[in-house]
């Protein structure tokens, strides 16, 4: 074995579907493993005490002690920045970095790379999320210049809970958005078990299907010096090379 690639991931305390996720996403190339920094989130809305389980400083602990492992990225692998803004998540990724040396990445902002990288402005949206988180997350998107054009969501707070929504239940929201002809599709949360779905319908469907968990995968394997393309069978995001860096757009 040549050089380790070592990725650092920031997770939900209460996330059941990341770990396992991202282990099978790399489990064909043993040089590069995920390593996992928990903090506590337990709910999804906009109250003020949901909003304060994404305060910096948790987030900041939790890298420096991924930084132990000298891990080369560090990806805080949630979606908050969907209804905190992407000024957020720049101003996380740049104080991990500056915390720790490591590069950094969100979920939110790799989907917007990952848009950009082919080449989608009409999204369709599919997430677990309450009515008015999914319409914050919306009009974050709308602000940089992405369209939502067709949405699904399940109007649940969450955290836990999301695991436990089916395949089944993706695809057919996959599906319902599908029909309004989107230049790709989101799955948007990170606790869904939504990747191997969507790898399994891009072919039928003819989009881009981009889920939360694939899509921090490929964005910090790019950060890494890492072609993408070494990841099989996850869908076509992997044969992009993405484009230009959201973490320091607007910085």
Known sequence: MGKRVLLGMLTPSSNTVLEPMTAAILSGTPDITAHFGRFRVTEISLSDAALGQFDMEPLLQASRLLADAKVGVI????????????????????????????????STLALADAFDAVGARKYGLVTPYLDDVQ????????????????????????NFSFSEVTEETIERMIREVAEDQPEAIAIYCTNLRGARVAARLEGEIGVPIIDSI???????????????????????LFGYAGAASKEVANG
């Open 214 to 236: 694939t899509v921090a995968v490929w964005k910090s394997l790019l950060l890494a010096g890492v072609e993408p393309s070494r990841i099989q069978g996850w869908g076509r």
């Open 75 to 106: 990806a805080w692998n949630g979606t908050s920045g969907g209804w905190l803004g992407f000024d957020a998540d720049r101003r996380l990724c740049q104080a991990i970095t500056e915390e720790t040396g490591a590069a950094a990445t969100t």
């Open 135 to 158: 319409e914050r997350v919306i009009a974050t998107y709308e602000s940089e210049g992405y369209s939502c054009i067709a949405e699904r969501h399940l109007n649940d707070r969450g």
